[in-house]
């Protein structure tokens, strides 16, 4: 099975800040990766998919970069609604998740 | 406008059997393979079983192979989860998970809000 890790677990921000979450996988999964974000009592959104695709409706500030095994899930400016927690998946075997990364106010 | 609304969840005791539902609307069902994904209270999420858009192929974590079966009613744009034996740690959130294919891809593009059950004595 592929393992996925993401990091930090938690991080601190303030709005405006360029926020970079990161995620590894534990064998090649080519750019077979999504990104969602999930805020409390809500259902996972899909925001990116192959890595940097952006999901239809997904505001600009919001981009994905990486191959193989090294993803990096960026925010460039974050904004209020961007509070939540964070979700790496590859898909190119089954489907496996991030622990996910909590993003909070600092 | 799509809408997956998941039911069936509850309080059940250990060694016991649920079966959830998921209603669609708003898209073509048998166009998409579906999924149920779930999340334990407070954790991160676990796919557990998906089901091809004609029905004709299911696939399952191994966490719940033999214990679980997916399927759906093309005819009335459901989807269900039998849950038999459950244990203590299936409890968590289920969501029902729209796949963006019909032979199942793994990626989720669309999710229900979930419906909670709680294995305990």
């Known amino acids: 099975d592929i393992q996925m890790t993401q990091s930090p677990s938690t991080l601190s921000a303030s709005v405006g800040d360029r926020v970079t979450i990161t995620c590894r996988a534990s064998?090649?999964?080519?750019?077979?990766l999504a990104w969602y974000q999930q805020k409390p009592g809500k259902a996972p959104t899909l925001l990116i998919y192959?890595?940097?695709s952006l999901e239809s409706g997904v505001p600009s500030r919001f981009s994905g970069s990486g191959s193989g095994t090294e993803f990096t899930l960026t925010i460039s400016s974050l904004q209020p609604a961007d509070f939540a927690t964070y979700y790496c998946q590859q898909y190119r075997s089954s489907g496996t998740f991030g622990q996910g990364t909590k993003v909070e106010i600092k | 406008e799509m809408q997956l609304v998941e039911s069936g969840g509850g309080v059940v005791q250990p060694g016991r059997s649920l079966r959830l539902s998921c209603a669609a609307s708003?898209?073509?069902?048998?166009?998409?393979?579906m999924h149920w994904v779930r999340q334990p209270p407070g954790k991160g999420l676990e796919w557990v079983s998906l089901?091809?858009?004609?029905?004709?192929?299911?696939y399952y974590a191994d966490s719940v192979k033999g214990r679980f079966t997916i399927s759906r009613d093309n005819s009335k744009n459901s989807l269900y989860l039998q849950m038999n034996s459950l244990r203590t740690e299936d409890t968590a959130l289920y969501y029902c998970?729209?796949?963006?294919?019909?032979?199942?891809?793994?990626?989720?593009?669309?999710w229900g809000l979930g419906t909670l059950v709680t294995v305990s004595s």
């Open positions: 089901i091809s858009g004609d029905g004709g192929s299911t």
């Open positions: 192959k890595a940097s």
């Open positions: 708003g898209f073509t069902f048998d166009d998409y393979a």
């Open positions: 998970a729209k796949d963006w294919r019909v032979g199942g891809s793994y990626l989720f593009d669309y």
């Open positions: 064998q090649n999964v080519d750019t077979w």
